[in-house]
């Protein structure tokens, strides 16, 4: 039997411009203290799946970059209420992650480990709570739509494969019902 294409290209490693870095991925739970990312499959109480709109069109699963001191379930929690207007049910669970090994000089932000680091992917139980809240420095979040998981598969793919991608492996592992 021949690997789904999804699969394929997940698995495929791949330089990514914006960031100058690397990234390779994996299944399971990095060491917590090497994460810098995180992005979240939030699952809301009737199955759906959390996919924010930006002011810019795009269309990706929650998340961001970690914070000084920040702890990784701090970072989820901070993240999904600022781009999903959000709040965990259930402890979140890193399931993946893409090994990232920076070509730059210097770390994206000095706290962060570098040149190798782990963006990781998150499951999770939430509630919208009321609308994202939007930080003047983070990204500006007009719409969050609550859709089946295969519906947001092909929303997302729209605009970012890689988090369809990482959203169809959650799917396979199980982790959405």
Do not use: K
């Not at 990514?16 to 109480?45: C, F, K, M, N, S």
């Amino acid at each position: 039997m021949s690997t789904p294409e999804w699969q394929a290209r997940l698995a495929s490693p791949r330089f990514v411009t914006y960031a100058g870095a690397d990234i390779h991925y994996q299944r399971g739970a990095p060491a917590e203290q090497l994460i810098t990312r995180l992005h979240l499959v939030g699952i809301t109480p009737a199955g759906r799946v959390l996919v924010c709109h930006s002011i810019e069109g795009w269309r990706f699963l929650p998340g961001g970059t970690r914070e000084p001191g920040e702890s990784v379930r701090e970072l989820a929690g901070r993240e999904l209420l600022e781009e999903a207007g959000a709040v965990f049910r259930s402890e979140p669970l890193v399931f993946a992650a893409h090994a990232a090994t920076s070509r730059l000089p210097h770390p994206y932000r000095p706290h962060q480990p570098h040149p190798h680091a782990y963006w990781a992917y998150a499951v999770g139980r939430v509630e919208v709570t009321g609308p994202p809240t939007n930080p003047a420095d983070g990204e500006q979040i007009v719409a969050v739509d609550e859709l089946d998981p295969d519906t947001a598969v092909a929303e997302l793919e729209s605009h970012d494969v890689l988090h369809a991608d990482v959203l169809r492996d959650a799917m396979d592992l199980g982790l959405i019902d």
